[in-house]
């Protein structure tokens, strides 16, 4: 299936507000339902729910098509409030949110900016009092933070509800490696040592590693390798918020929008995929360590071909917040499905002085214990590899097979 190019035109966007069937109040969806809750006289309208199948599309397809697509500057449409006649600007990067004059929920359309649409979502599953207890629990339970940040938590967070771009990535991959693999053998070496301050001679196990040459080949089918498209949070935050349950992505509807935050992806498509084929990379690795077999194993040089490559473009929903401790920032999520709060976090020093000095007095007690029973004396060292970084192959998109 191919992905669906439209003219782009930066200057308009259609803005979309959600009126109550009952009384007309403009409406905002309920976390966790199917429906719009009217917070005016409490009508829940139901949305419909589409019935378009939820598509992978091709992606080199889609790379060819949006080179040859002209690029537009990214200049924020003006969005029109139908409730107040305002006419205003969302920041660049988001397509939802509120009018800044009236505070009405209003949801843009995307074709206008982006060359491609989300095609399909998961709605906010748990509500913002849901999530501040998420957050709430998490920090509480958080080692060596500042009992000031622990109080500072159970008063009134503000979380603000965004839906965030990612990509997913499905590809069947075919790889061809050499390396070598190591083997572990042990060797008698006789060896001068102190013994109660006198030297004799004794008897050791010296291992050792055999390395024989190796090649072959090793294939994965990768399904739904997911990659935020946000800048708004850092990358291991995002990547930290998995799982999602994917297999529950219905199609787009900006009903679930209304009364949210929505960001259009700011990490292009191809660099998407960059960042996807190092989660593939890394699992590749270890299929060909695994191949290899040994106690040991280097890899030389990876080869890797892509074929079937498939892309969709989502949206999934995030609670977020960021809370100040000693005029430094620190920003935290929740899942807006599971509750799995990440976020960044304060350290309490004294906390840690006190943990390492006791762990110190642990150690030297184990150790002191040990050197008196005799049991360090005749410990086998056993080797170390490094293992090389693997070899990345600079992605040739039109290598790709299909
Ligand atoms: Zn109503
Ligand atoms: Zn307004």
Known sequence: MSAVFKALNPKSANALQFPCRQCGAVLKYAPGTTHLLCEHCGTENVIELRSEKIAEYDLRQALQQLAETPTTTAAAPTIHCEECGAGFQFEAKNHAGECPFCGTPIVATTGQIKPIQPKSLLPFGIDQANARQRFQQWITGLWFAPNAVKKYARSDTKLSGVYLPFWTFDSHTATTYS????????????????????????????????????????????????????????????????????????????????????????VELADGFDLARQVMDNQIYADICRDIGGDHQRIHQVNTQHSGTTYKHCLLPVWSAAFRYRDKSYRFVVNGRTGKVQGERPYSPWKIVFAC??????????????????????QQTHPVTIQPYPYRQPLDYNSFQN
């Open 179 to 266: 390396g070598e693999r190591g083997d572990v053998y042990y060797v008698q070496e006789r060896v001068q040592v102190v013994r109660n301050n006198r030297l004799v001679t004794e008897t050791r196990q010296v291992p050792k590693i055999r390395w024989t040459p190796v090649s072959g080949r090793v294939q994965r089918f990768f399904d739904d390798v997911l990659v935020g498209a946000s800048n708004s949070l850092p990358r291991k935050i995002l990547d930290a918020l998995q799982p999602w349950d994917l297999h529950n992505l219905i199609p787009y509807d900006e009903n679930y929008l209304s009364g949210f935050r929505s960001e259009y992806y700011q």
């Open 357 to 378: 000095v006791a762990a110190l007095l642990l150690a030297a007690g184990a150790y002191y214990y040990l050197e008196q029973s005799g049991a360090l004396d005749n």
